[in-house]
């Protein structure tokens, strides 16, 4: 992943949408023990990262395949809302798999933007393999959920946040499917920086994380976590050999310390933050004593969270 490459995806994500910031926040910083700094992806126009990756990949696609109509995802939101939101920007038919009981705003939301939403299966998995039978059955392009051009899109947040803080001593980056680490590593790489790259999953979620361990793609039978954005069980074999190779590490955190998490940041920043996105700060707290007075970066990938599941969270 190529510095030019990189620039070249920001200007197609620039032409939609400004950059996001990055701020210190006092409180989170007493908090945390450390300097801490928030890359804000919550302020997007979808309220979160993923959008950036769409914009590129439909932009890559029309140019490279004219004759396509339409595309289909699988999703448990933020992908889906991506998808849609640069399909129908270019005029092309959006189709969108969830899994069954998905989050009903982030449904809501992919329907307001302009898809056809379609429910199967009980996780992300069954979902993405029936859209990719459905993608033969109607003819539609199979967008995929982890791609290089996905990774250069998103890799646009990475870029603004390491040219605004090139000294950071760590940043923590959550993982689903691993467009957003690669993206971080990819850009770090580029700008020739020693940040170091922690990522962060769901200890009901490991599946990058037992990989990272053996060096290799390890699956699992479940991904049973409130952290939608993390709720893999299959990891992509190109994110983990990327993964493997420019993270210093994984830490796994549970839905207790992911809830605590958000909490802290609506006490601390009146930001909130989805499961996904409290994800890299909970990973710092639990490591607290590790990066005391250390500069480090956490990565807010998201804020779309069920209303419900947000009251209860802050109900505590």
């Known amino acids: 992943m190529s510095l030019a490459?990189?620039?070249?995806?920001?200007?197609?994500?620039?032409?939609?949408?400004?950059?996001?910031?990055?701020?210190r926040w006092p409180l989170l910083c007493q908090r945390a023990g450390t300097e801490l700094w928030v890359k804000?992806?919550?302020?997007?126009?979808?309220?979160?990262?993923?959008?950036?990756?769409?914009i590129v990949y439909i932009d890559h696609l029309?140019?490279?395949?004219?004759?396509?109509?339409?595309?289909?995802?699988?999703?448990?939101?933020?992908?889906?809302?991506?998808?849609?939101?640069?399909?129908?920007?270019?005029?092309?038919?959006?189709?969108?798999?969830?899994p069954e009981g998905n989050s009903t705003e982030k449904n809501a939301a992919m329907k307001a933007l302009g898809c056809e939403l379609v429910e199967h299966g009980h996780d992300f998995q069954a979902a993405y393999e029936f859209a990719q039978g459905l993608a033969k059955e109607r003819g539609l392009h199979p967008f995929p959920s982890f791609h290089p051009l996905l990774a250069h899109g998103v890799g646009t947040y990475a870029l603004e946040f390491l040219k605004a803080q090139p000294d950071l001593d760590t940043v923590y980056v959550p993982i689903g499917l691993g467009s957003g680490i690669?993206?971080?590593i990819?850009?770090?790489?580029?700008?020739?920086?020693?940040?170091?790259?922690v990522g962060v999953v769901s200890e009901n979620a490991p599946t990058y994380a037992l990989s990272f361990a053996k060096g290799s793609p390890v699956p699992t039978n479940s991904a049973d976590t409130m952290a939608d954005g993390l709720a893999c069980r299959v990891p992509v074999a190109d994110a983990v050999a990327i993964v493997n190779r420019g993270a210093e590490?994984?830490?796994?955190v549970s839905d207790?310390?992911?809830?605590?998490?958000?909490?802290?940041?609506?006490?601390?920043?009146?930001?909130v933050?989805?499961?996904?996105?409290?994800?890299?700060?909970?990973?710092?707290?639990?490591?607290?004593?590790?990066?005391?007075?250390?500069?480090?970066?956490?990565?807010?990938?998201?804020?779309?969270?069920?209303?419900?599941?947000?009251?209860?969270?802050?109900?505590?």
């Open 249 to 252: 590490r994984i830490v796994t």
């Open 256 to 271: 207790a310390e992911i809830k605590a998490a958000m909490r802290a940041y609506f006490a601390d920043t009146h930001n």
């Open 62 to 98: 029309r140019r490279s395949e004219p004759g396509v109509t339409g595309v289909i995802a699988a999703t448990r939101g933020n992908h889906g809302q991506s998808v849609t939101f640069a399909a129908v920007r270019a005029g092309l038919k959006s189709v969108i798999v969830v």
């Open 182 to 184: 690669c993206g971080m």
């Open 40 to 54: 804000h992806e919550n302020h997007t126009p979808l309220g979160a990262f993923k959008v950036r990756g769409g």
């Open 5 to 23: 490459a990189i620039e070249s995806a920001a200007a197609l994500v620039h032409a939609v949408m400004p950059p996001t910031p990055q701020y």
């Open 273 to 316: 933050a989805e499961g996904a996105g409290a994800a890299t700060l909970a990973a710092l707290l639990h490591e607290r004593d590790r990066m005391a007075g250390k500069k480090v970066g956490v990565v807010l990938s998201g804020g779309n969270v069920d209303t419900k599941v947000y009251r209860d969270v802050l109900a505590g």
């Open 186 to 197: 990819g850009a770090r790489d580029a700008l020739g920086l020693k940040t170091k790259v």
